[in-house]
């Protein structure tokens, strides 16, 4: 399990910084505002990186780095606040996991508060958790370093 959240942690930093670096989540491409009198209405690719000089990289339909065929980028704002609600998610499940293995780690702990906190759904509550760690981790399921066996 902390294998998972190491690599989904790395996976939210780096879509931070290509949204910070205004470049798409999906390919890498520089990400242009489309503005209109009403302010930014959407967004489109710029120009490829300097490896392509001049040549489009997106041309309206969809984007090249897109498995589902998205458009380039959501508005940079949205994508913030969806980083920080997965690593809200994510430490929530480190503390919880924490605290679990502090509680597990007390050898004189009578069996009757083991089995109060069983009762209580602290078990169930803990695999509910981890499942929506490992749920929202699939959105990056084609990127390097993803294991089969996180699926849950």
Same mark, same amino acid.
């Given at each position: ?15 931070? $910084? ?36 001049? !040549? ?9 780095? &897109? ?11 949205? &994508?913030?606040? !969806?980083? !920080? ?15 679990? $293995? ?9 069996? !009757? ?22 749920? &929202? ?5 084609? $990127? ?9």
């Amino acid at each position: 399990m902390d294998d998972l959240v190491e690599w989904y942690t790395k996976q939210l930093d780096a879509d931070e $910084r290509l949204v910070r670096e205004q470049r798409c989540i999906n390919c890498g491409n520089t990400v242009v505002p489309i503005r209109s009198d009403l302010g930014i209405i959407g967004y489109t690719h710029g120009a490829n990186d300097a490896s392509t000089p001049g !040549e489009t990289a997106w041309e309206g339909r969809r984007c090249p780095g &897109s498995l589902t065929g998205a458009t380039p980028v959501q508005d940079s704002d949205r &994508s913030l606040r !969806e980083v !920080e609600a997965k690593r809200t998610v994510l430490k929530q499940w480190e503390e919880a996991a924490a605290a679990w $293995r502090t509680m597990a780690a007390i050898e004189d702990w009578p069996d !009757e508060g083991r089995a109060r906190l069983e009762r209580a759904g602290y078990s169930q509550a803990m695999g509910a958790l981890w499942v929506a760690v490992a749920t &929202s981790a699939l959105v990056y399921e084609d $990127r390097p370093g993803f294991t089969e066996s996180w699926r849950p």
